[in-house]
């Protein structure tokens, strides 16, 4: 059975953390309350609804509520992970005496946990909670104000599915849902790294023949390490795939896409990718050693190759379609 009324927390009040718990507020029935590190951020959500911080100018609905105390996630029934991965599990682990085992963890962040291994594969085997995790094509200012959003719900059994549905009804947020959640946390880490890739080609291109071109090779290369990883090969085609992708890879929004904007143009240089480290150049280096150990990067993965040689070694941007071309 599906409680009527929800308790739901999202660790991290960001600007993901702030959208999704302000638009969960449509439906009446739960009450959600954003947890965060930063006082003032805290403060503003409680006293004047704003998130100052992250969308000042965008009024919350007034039963949104904010906290920096854990202590309050012992009442939660959904808890959702809003925070950065690389510091994900390491907070996780600090706030483990508040985290009741019956909750719900919905894992929103895109990018490896410990050990190059996915949040929620981390999740699974450092907590005893059922774990979820929700990726789309979502930037977090459309879905504030209310735009059609979807997100692929990745859930191993129908009650946790009942649930989290059951959380967005009556909102503007639209699911679909698969038990590939491996593959899904690959897909969301994925996309990051074409992303750059697309952003690199249009900097150097403005065309829309070799756009597409790029795009194909690099919806085929997600293919392939989605399936050597482990993920099923239809994930690909939900909204945490395909849609995501394409959002990340073809949006200025984007910070992966405008860091290979960034490159592409030639204002990335040493000194810049110590200040702007972001989670597709983390991932390159990752699924380019975690390949290299059973196979050849160069021959079977050659965007991931490249885009390695880029933030590793002296390169010459304007061969890069060009190489990718004769792969």
Known sequence: MTPNKLNISFIGAGTIGTALGNIILDNHNHRVILYSIEQNVVDSINRESLNTKYFPAIRLNPLLKADTDSNGLRDS??????????????????IRKY???SAILVNLAKG?????????KCLKE??????????????????INRVPTAFTLGAENKQEVEIISSVFEGTSIYLDHSDDLEGIEILSILKNIYAIGMGIVDAHYNSPNIRFLFLTKAF??????LVQFGGKEETIFKYCGYGDFTLTALNDLSRNRTLGLLIGKGFFTKNVSHELVLEGQVAVNVFYEEI??????NTEFPI???LYKIFNSEYNLSGFVNTLLHL
Do not use: Q, W
């Open 126 to 143: 450092k907590f005893r909670n059922p774990a979820c995790t929700l990726k789309g094509p979502s930037f977090a200012k459309e879905i």
């Open 77 to 94: 029934h959904v808890i959702f992970l809003a925070i950065p991965s690389a510091g994900m599990m390491d907070y996780m682990e600090s």
């Open 304 to 306: 991931i190759a490249e």
């Open 220 to 225: 085929n290369e997600m293919r392939k390490i």
């Open 99 to 101: 985290i009741p085992e």
């Open 112 to 120: 490896f946990g410990n050990e190059h291994k996915t949040i929620i």
């Open 292 to 297: 290299s150990k059973f196979m050849n990067v």
